[in-house]
């Protein structure tokens, strides 16, 4: 009965582990509705700022130094967003390769890349790799305040403004659906405009406006604010997809524990059974020789 008892024994320890990984997909799962509204309320006001600063800048109608790219400057920023814990899947893993290609990417180019990270994560992995990171945040678990991504944007804004850099890109992981994330890769400065077919389908369905105040000041003030808009965005699309990615890991831990103690309680029985065979021949052995 020794293998008997242990594996009644692995399969309370399994038990536990079904309990633990059942739990953190209720808290995600909680989390996630919650993390959705917010990624989804600004997403529409994003895009559509978006292509309205776009098309003006293809018609000609934009002149604004974060439109304008900084020719010469060799310095670029890239911001890692991934999380501070684990238990979430390939999301971080996505989101790491993506980074790595991108700075394989500016490496060959020759320029030199200032590398900002979000999450402990993605600041371990940078560490592993023997990167430093310029600067880091990992305090940032199911939201961020606006307030202190826009901070952050103003900093970048400062600096492309003075010349200091070229570029500004983000790697994050892209909110499509509750079954779809992809990492995914923007550039946040400068303003790219749009592509030639874009940019002629904007032309032949342009809208003339009278602006109050004039184009110049209304768009001083619309494209940093812009700015800070996408990359909250970012930041929203990435907590909302670290949740939906550990509501599925622990979701199928679950169900490959739950198959684990289905196992073992059948490794049991048989176990058990052979046990009492066992047993029973020793009986029926020990009456044969007292008969005998």
């Known amino acids: 009965m020794a293998k008997a008892r242990a594996i009644v024994k692995r399969r309370k320890a399994v038990r536990n582990i079904k309990k633990i990984t059942q739990t953190m997909q209720l808290i995600a799962t909680a989390r996630f509705q919650k993390c959705l509204q917010r990624a989804i309320a600004g997403r529409p006001y994003t895009e ?8 003006l800048s293809a018609a000609g109608s934009a002149d604004h130094p974060l439109l304008a790219a900084n020719d010469g400057v060799s310095r670029g920023v890239l911001l890692t967003i991934t999380s501070n814990r684990g238990l979430c899947g390939s999301y971080n893993s996505a989101v790491l390769r993506q980074a790595g290609e991108v700075m394989r990417e500016q490496q060959a180019a020759g320029r030199q890349l200032s590398i900002e990270v979000v999450g402990k994560k993605g600041l371990g992995y940078l560490r592993f790799l ?10 940032v678990e199911d939201r961020i305040a606006y307030a202190r991504v826009a901070d ?4 970048y804004i400062a600096m492309y403004t003075e010349r200091k850099i070229s570029a500004v890109d983000v790697v994050y992981t892209r909110y499509v659906s509750a ?13 790219e405009p749009p592509k030639s077919s874009d940019a002629a389908a904007a032309a032949r369905t342009r809208i003339e406006f009278e602006y109050s105040p004039g184009p110049q000041e209304l768009l001083g003030r619309l ?10 965005q970012c930041f929203n699309d990435s907590i909302v997809s670290e949740q939906v990615a550990r509501m599925v890991a622990m979701k199928s831990a679950t169900e490959a524990a739950g198959d684990m103690i289905k196992s073992l309680t059948s490794s049991y029985n048989r176990a058990r059974q052979s046990g009492i065979t066992m047993e029973l021949l020793d009986i029926m052995g020990g009456a044969s020789a007292i008969d005998g």
Do not use: C, F, H, N
């Open 152 to 155: 952050m944007a103003d900093r």
């Open 179 to 191: 079954g779809v994330q992809r990492a995914a890769r923007l550039r946040l400065l400068p303003i």
């Open 130 to 139: 023997g990167i430093s990171a310029e600067r880091s945040i990992t305090d």
């Open 223 to 232: 494209i940093p604010e812009m700015v800070k808009i996408r990359l909250y």
């Open 48 to 55: 559509r700022m978006s292509a309205m600063i776009e098309s």
